[in-house]
C-alpha cells in the first residue's frame, strides 16, 4: 500500500464532495445526524489534527493532545466539532486544508517499513500497523462523510 497516495485520494474524494455544497447550505443541519458539511469539515479537521500527532510521534514525538482526547473516549467528536463552532465555514475549511498539508508532509518522513509494522499503535489494536489506520480511519473516514454530503447535494441538482 502506499500511505501517501491513500491520504491524496482520500482528500481529493472529499473535496470532490465539498465542490458541489452551495454557499449558502454549509452550515444547513442534517447531512450527518445533525451535524453540517461544516460541522463534517470541523470533525474531519479534528481527526487530521490526530493523525499529525500520531506521525509527528513516528519521528521524534511530542505533545499529542487531540491523540489523548481522540483514546479517551466518544466525546472526542462532539467535543472538537464543538470547539469549530464560532468558526466561518471558510475558516473551518482552512483549517482542515492547513493540517492535511502537515499531514502529507509528515507521511513522506515515515519509512515505509515503520507504515507497516503490526503492533505500533497498541491503542487502536495490536493486530493493525499505522498504514491499516490510515485506510481505515482516514480513507474510509473521508469516502464515508463524502457520501454523506454528496447524498445532501443530491436535492440542489
Not at 51 to 62: C, D, I, K, Q, R
Amino acid at each position: 500500500m502506499n500511505a501517501t497516495d491513500i491520504l491524496k485520494y482520500g482528500n481529493r474524494t472529499f473535496q470532490a464532495s465539498l465542490n458541489n455544497v452551495p454557499p449558502n447550505e454549509w452550515e444547513t443541519s442534517g447531512v450527518c445526524g445533525y451535524w453540517s458539511v461544516k460541522n463534517i469539515v470541523a470533525h474531519l479537521a479534528s481527526h487530521e489534527c490526530v493523525l499529525v500527532e500520531v506521525l509527528t510521534s513516528f519521528l521524534g514525538g511530542g505533545p499529542t493532545p487531540y491523540l489523548n482526547e481522540f483514546t479517551a473516549g466518544a466525546q472526542f467528536n462532539d467535543n472538537q466539532v464543538d470547539q469549530r463552532q464560532g468558526l466561518t465555514p471558510e475558516q473551518t475549511l482552512a483549517e482542515y486544508n492547513d493540517t492535511h498539508a502537515k499531514v502529507m508532509s509528515l507521511i513522506t518522513q515515515v519509512p515505509i517499513p515503520t507504515l507497516q509494522m503490526v503492533g505500533t499503535l497498541p491503542w487502536y489494536g495490536p493486530e493493525y500497523a499505522l498504514d491499516d489506520f490510515i485506510v481505515y480511519g482516514f480513507y474510509g473516514h473521508k469516502r464515508e462523510h463524502s457520501a454523506q454530503i454528496n447524498v445532501f447535494t443530491d436535492r440542489f441538482k
